[in-house]
């Protein structure tokens, strides 16, 4: 399912690294306070470990806890009238509203816009394509644990911790969604943070393209960042012609203890 920020793509190539991290650590719980699209985290469910997931987007983690139940049938085709009765009309949490939120909008942004008037043509079903994400997820996330929770009044330890956070250096900040009608921005500053003080009691790993000089870099990959990284957007123009890289990130303490 498309997901603004998601690792969708990214996560099959994350996931070895903090593989190989649980592995060597006899690591026995996992935690993303991110959780998002499950693009990590669903590369590491059949791990025998403990597995967490957390996120502030009370619909989204709806959407999660009912499919679990193994009787979350979402539509497979939505109309942009249906699609607005969902945006403005039911109350969160509402699982089928999270997945016409994120399932059925514009680049994976919740309620960013109905995404099947920007198919240019394509014989494309967004809603369809996300029905059938999470039916392929389902059996991967049984046994995992789901909370709607603010990131900072978590408290673990020995855990490994997975963060993906909204990138701090964009020209529009992602906002951050506390309930229907208010929003709140991203802190970055206050996100490193709680990452220091997590980092003293467990390995956290953070996906950021930027760190403070404290944290430092355990992995990284070249990538194009595209909304659709077909080789027709890659190379539209000088922007999308450019590579990035996409970093893992470890306070300088930790990254110590792993090499």
């Known amino acids: 399912m498309k997901y603004l920020g998601g690792k969708q793509r990214l996560g099959r190539y994350i996931a070895p690294v903090l593989i190989e991290i649980i592995e060597n650590n006899k690591i026995d719980t996992y935690l993303e306070p991110f959780c998002g699209a499950l693009g990590v985290l669903k590369n590491l469910t059949h791990l025998k470990i403990k597995i967490k997931a957390s996120d502030y987007h009370p619909d989204l983690i709806a959407m999660w806890q009912r499919l679990q139940e193994g009787n979350f049938e979402p539509p497979q085709n939505i109309t942009e009238s249906e699609y607005n009765y969902y945006k403005l009309n039911v109350k969160s949490p509402d699982p089928l509203k999270g997945f016409v939120g994120f399932g059925s909008s514009f680049g994976g942004k919740f309620f960013a816009g109905y995404a099947q008037k920007y198919t240019n043509g394509k014989n494309e079903n967004f809603c369809l394509e996300a029905y059938r994400s999470l039916k392929k997820i389902e059996k991967l996330i049984q046994e995992v644990e789901f909370r709607c929770q603010d990131y900072r009044k978590l408290n673990p330890t020995n855990t490994l911790i997975y ?26 500053e206050g996100f490193w943070e709680v990452m220091r003080r997590w980092s003293k009691n467990n390995i956290v790993v953070i996906s950021e393209t930027h760190a403070p000089e404290d944290f430092v870099v355990i992995w990284s990959m070249d990538i194009f960042r595209s909304a659709c990284q077909s080789k027709k957007t890659r190379y539209k123009n000088d922007t999308t012609k450019k590579k990035s890289s996409e970093k893992l990130w470890c306070h300088k303490d930790i990254a110590n203890l792993l090499r």
Do not use: E, Q
């Open 163 to 188: 963060c993906d956070p909204p990138y701090s250096k964009t020209k529009y900040p992602i906002k951050y969604r506390t309930d229907v009608k208010h929003y709140d921005v991203f802190d970055s």
